[in-house]
Nanobody, 121 residues
Framework: QVQLVESGGGLVETGDSLRISCSVS????????LGWFRQAPGKEREGVSC????????YYRDSVKGRFTVSRDNAKGTVSLQMNSLKPEDTAVYYC??????????????WGPGTQVTVSA
C-alpha cells in the first residue's frame, strides 16, 4: 500500500513563496506518477500538479502554471511542490497523491492528513 505523508505548509502573505514536501513509499517512487492535489473550504479536491516517474514530465493546472514547480527525489523518497507568487486563492489543504495525466487524476483511494497552506491578502 502506498504511504504518503505531507509536510511544510504554513501561513504566508500574498506574493510569498512556500515549499511543501511529501514522503512516499518505495512502491510509489518506482512505479507511479506523484503529484499534488488541494481542497479549499467548501470546494471539491482538485489536481494541482503531477510528475511522471518514467520521464519526469510534469503537468500543471492552468492557474498555477509559471508559479508552481513540482519535483521528485527518488533517492530521498520525496515529492515537493515549490510555490512562488502565492495568491489568496491558493489557500487550501494540500495533499500529495499518486497520479497520472492528462487529465490530471488521482490514482490513490486513500489520502494522508494533508498540509494547510494559507495565503493572506
Amino acid at each position: 500500500q502506498v504511504q504518503l505523508v505531507e509536510s511544510g505548509g504554513g501561513l504566508v502573505e500574498t506574493g510569498d513563496s512556500l515549499r511543501i514536501s511529501c514522503s512516499v513509499s518505495e512502491l510509489a517512487l518506482n512505479l507511479y506518477g506523484l503529484g499534488w492535489f488541494r481542497q479549499a473550504p467548501g470546494k471539491e479536491r482538485e489536481g494541482v500538479s503531477c510528475i511522471r516517474s518514467s520521464n519526469g514530465e510534469a503537468y500543471y493546472r492552468d492557474s498555477v502554471k509559471g508559479r508552481f514547480t513540482v519535483s521528485r527525489d527518488n533517492a530521498k523518497g520525496t515529492v515537493s511542490l515549490q510555490m512562488n507568487s502565492l495568491k489568496p486563492e491558493d489557500t487550501a489543504v494540500y495533499y500529495c497523491g499518486v497520479c497520472d495525466f492528462p487529465p490530471l487524476i488521482a490514482l490513490n483511494d486513500r489520502w494522508g492528513p494533508g498540509t494547510q497552506v494559507t495565503v493572506s491578502a
